[in-house]
């Protein structure tokens, strides 16, 4: 009896689906297309709370195009107004951000949407958002909102696991590769046990990123999405380039001369 109760449920309310379009132009590499994927998954999380804190949407790929770096997502969900209200504010922040006007949502929203331009960097021209019944294109990189002194913005962090913390608060520290400062990053309980593989490694993270706006070091890394462990380069490996290009044994001043005729001289 509650077998045929829940089929009966079930066909009273069908899967309500929509598919959402993100795409890129210029000359695309493999990293531009990772991060913006990731950065377009954080958007569509960010999106559905706002709407609805409690809501539960599947994302699909369904359609993946080389040419211009297009990816379409169908999500899916027992509740189709939840899928029309992610339609219609998919389609005002595109045009908001195409404008480059300001967003009329949340700050964690807003940040959200305003990183899916910040892949636009000279080799990538613009980015495009689309359903079925828009296509606006974005064609300038825009910046986050801020607080005083703070910015926020959804990238990657690289450096080393120096400290894991598991009391109140599961965290590690690490230190970041260019400013030699600790980055606190805070995870999710899911991602507690893995971090004792990336004690000591060398690690790109991965997630939403809090900035000192005055020195332009990140300080904190507090919602992790991804963490990878770095290659490591063998030592020595730079005398495997020998040979890549013949100097001869031609004095530096002479080969500096060449270089400034542009001929053999």
């Given at each position: 009896?509650?077998?045929?109760l829940a089929?009966?449920?079930?066909?009273e309310?069908?899967m309500?689906?929509?598919?959402?379009?993100?795409?890129?132009?210029?000359?695309?590499?493999l990293?531009?297309f990772?991060?913006?994927?990731?950065?377009?998954?954080?958007f569509?999380?960010?999106?559905?709370?706002?709407?609805?804190p409690e809501?539960v949407?599947q994302?699909?790929?369904?359609a993946?195009?080389?040419?211009?770096?297009?990816a379409?997502v169908?999500?899916s969900?027992?509740?189709?107004?939840?899928?029309?209200?992610?339609?219609?504010i998919?389609?005002?922040?595109?045009?908001h951000?195409a404008?480059?006007?300001?967003?009329?949502?949340?700050?964690?929203?807003?940040r959200?949407?305003?990183q899916?331009?910040?892949v636009i960097?000279?080799?990538?021209?613009?980015?495009?958002?689309q359903?079925?019944?828009?296509?606006?294109?974005i064609?300038?990189?825009?910046?986050?909102?801020?607080?005083?002194g703070t910015?926020?913005s959804?990238?990657?962090?690289?450096?080393?696991?120096?400290?894991?913390?598991?009391?109140?608060?599961r965290?590690?520290?690490?230190?970041?590769?260019?400013?030699d400062?600790k980055v606190?990053c805070?995870l999710?309980p899911s991602?507690?046990e893995?971090?004792?593989?990336?004690?000591?490694?060398?690690?790109?993270v991965?997630?939403e990123?809090?900035?000192?706006t005055?020195s332009g070091?990140?300080?904190e890394?507090?919602?992790?999405?991804?963490?990878?462990?770095?290659?490591t380069v063998?030592?020595?490996?730079?005398?495997?380039a020998r040979?890549v290009?013949?100097?001869?044994?031609?004095q530096?001043?002479?080969?500096?001369?060449?270089?400034?005729?542009?001929?053999?001289?």
């Amino acid at each position: 009896m509650f077998f045929q109760l829940a089929r009966v449920q079930e066909a009273e309310c069908p899967m309500a689906e929509i598919r959402l379009t993100v795409a890129l132009k210029g000359t695309i590499s493999l990293h531009d297309f990772r991060l913006t994927m990731v950065r377009f998954e954080h958007f569509l999380k960010e999106l559905c709370e706002h709407i609805d804190p409690e809501s539960v949407v599947q994302w699909d790929i369904v359609a993946l195009g080389a040419g211009s770096a297009t990816a379409t997502v169908e999500g899916s969900s027992l509740d189709s107004n939840l899928l029309t209200q992610v339609k219609h504010i998919y389609e005002d922040v595109g045009t908001h951000l195409a404008r480059g006007q300001p967003l009329p949502y949340p700050a964690d929203l807003a940040r959200s949407a305003v990183q899916l331009t910040q892949v636009i960097n000279g080799r990538v021209t613009a980015v495009r958002l689309q359903t079925e019944d828009t296509d606006v294109e974005i064609v300038q990189r825009l910046s986050p909102p801020a607080g005083e002194g703070t910015a926020y913005s959804f990238g990657e962090v690289r450096g080393t696991v120096e400290t894991l913390r598991r009391r109140r608060h599961r965290s590690f520290t690490l230190y970041d590769e260019l400013f030699d400062q600790k980055v606190i990053c805070r995870l999710r309980p899911s991602q507690e046990e893995m971090m004792r593989q990336f004690w000591g490694k060398e690690v790109v993270v991965t997630g939403e990123i809090r900035w000192d706006t005055r020195s332009g070091r990140p300080v904190e890394v507090h919602d992790v999405h991804d963490i990878q462990i770095l290659p490591t380069v063998p030592p020595d490996s730079y005398e495997r380039a020998r040979g890549v290009w013949d100097l001869g044994t031609d004095q530096p001043e002479i080969l500096l001369r060449r270089l400034r005729d542009g001929g053999e001289g």
